[in-house]
């Protein structure tokens, strides 16, 4: 198969497992999935879902999270990776949110990423997510996958988002990026598979003999 052949099959057949995509991060509003992004930086969607009902009770909107404070915001989070540099995030990004952005999220990349702990991976989920707007967030399940499935060299994230925004209709970015990701986990992952095993690998490369060395972000 050509690479563009390769992406075609891998939406059909993405589609076919995957018809719904639930965003996996539990969430009420805009600016509870801002908060459950943020938190899920080098942690499970599944821990962050088991800490987030407490805090989103404490704090549901910017104006409760700036009156918490770091210090209650790093207690509630403290079993996360990261929780200290996310606490003073949360802290600061609510108190911007207030005072430049009238306490509601910014819908666009530029105010997202101006927003502390919030880089292009966190304002495309947003974006994708909340706002609907065309956007392809790529985590370490879809840099794998892109290798694997011989879409991207894996150079680095941005490449790997350059060049999937290449071979998929922008229409199917949003939902696309969803389903790899589940795919990632639930097939594809980075032990079970070694790019011979899962279904799309071996109807990709039927013949490929030695597994592929994946570049990590």
């Not at 003073?88 to 910014?106: C, F, G, H, T, W």
């Not at 060049?163 to 922008?170: A, G, N, Q, V, Y």
Request: charged residues 30%; glycine residues 4%.
């Amino acid at each position: 198969m050509r690479k563009q052949e390769r992406a075609d099959y891998v939406r059909v057949r993405l589609n076919e497992l995957y018809p719904e995509t639930p965003i996996p991060l539990d969430h009420t509003d805009d600016f509870t999935l801002l908060v459950a992004v943020l938190l899920s930086a080098q942690c499970t969607d599944k821990k962050v879902n088991e800490i987030t009902p407490a805090l989103f009770q404490a704090a549901p909107n910017p104006q409760r999270m700036k009156q918490l404070g770091e210090e209650k915001i790093l207690e509630l989070i403290r079993p996360l990776g990261l929780s200290k540099q996310k606490a003073k995030s949360l802290a600061r990004l609510s108190e911007m949110l207030i005072n430049d952005y009238d306490s509601k999220v910014p819908a666009s990349f530029e105010e997202l990423e101006k927003l502390p702990g919030v880089g292009h991976k966190t304002a495309s989920v947003v974006m994708s997510q909340a706002f609907g707007i065309p956007a392809f967030p790529v985590d370490t399940h879809i840099h794998r996958l892109a290798q694997r499935w011989g879409l991207s060299s894996g150079k680095n994230v941005v490449q790997t988002e350059r060049d999937l925004k290449k071979l998929f209709p922008e229409d199917s970015w949003n939902k696309l990026h969803l389903q790899i990701i589940f795919y990632g986990r639930e097939h594809c992952t980075a032990r079970a598979c070694d790019g011979r095993k899962c279904e799309i690998c071996r109807e990709l490369y039927p013949r490929r003999k030695s597994p592929v060395v994946w570049n990590k972000p």
